[in-house]
């Protein structure tokens, strides 16, 4: 993650328009929105705690399922939030897939920002949260100083959701506006099928490692145009 090593590292301000901006998708129907700093995160949290649920990681994290079910929406409205502040949002017009971005270069909080995130932290990974920082720093290690990329934090679509191509829609959506801006993309993942489909939409593993005694892992950058 490009986020300085914190609490809240385990997990361009779109200050400018109020409405949503709609993307370019590769199909017309399955759009991808721009989401507004106006608008709620609560069902874009949801969204992104069911994905998220079963993930390899965040079950080594957070072993206990139904603790997990309970921390993972918060947690994730702690990360929408950060990518609201510094990166991006993107998502279906139902909020049914989503995903949270970061800019190429570091991302830090002030103070108070960083303080309550967390506090957010502590209180949803309780003593869960040491392997969280393990598995944060893991990540950092291995990002490239600068930062290049336009870094995919998280990508995930609601159970009912997935099958019907929403998750390759919302990538290359995030692909082709990082294209734009000049950047490649950066993400890493602990599901083994995942390497597959994201190779599929272009990426290239850079790396495959694992956490010691954890997970693992795989970075995997798309190439910038």
Known sequence: ?????????????????????????????????????????????????????????????????????????????VMARQSRRHGEILASPDRGAVSLWFPPGEVSDGLLATAYDNLRMLLGFGLSLARGLKVAEEMYKRHPRPQPYSYLRY?????????????????RAGVARAAEQGTGVLLETATPDNVTIYTRLGFEIVEEW??????????????AP
């Open 155 to 171: 990508v995930g679509v609601a159970p009912e959701a997935q099958g019907k191509g929403w998750g390759g829609a919302i990538v």
């Open 1 to 77: 993650m490009s986020a300085r090593l914190s609490v809240a590292g385990l997990w361009s301000d779109l200050r400018g328009a109020e409405n949503t901006l709609r993307l370019t998708s590769m199909r017309d129907d399955r759009p991808i929105e721009l989401v507004s700093p106006a608008a709620s995160l609560e069902a874009l949290s949801g969204t992104l705690a069911a994905a998220f649920q079963d993930d390899p990681a965040l079950s080594w994290i957070v072993e206990d399922s139904g603790k997990r079910a309970k921390m993972l929406p918060g947690f994730f409205k």
């Open 210 to 223: 694992k956490v010691p005694g954890g997970p693992d892992f795989w970075t995997m950058v798309h190439p």
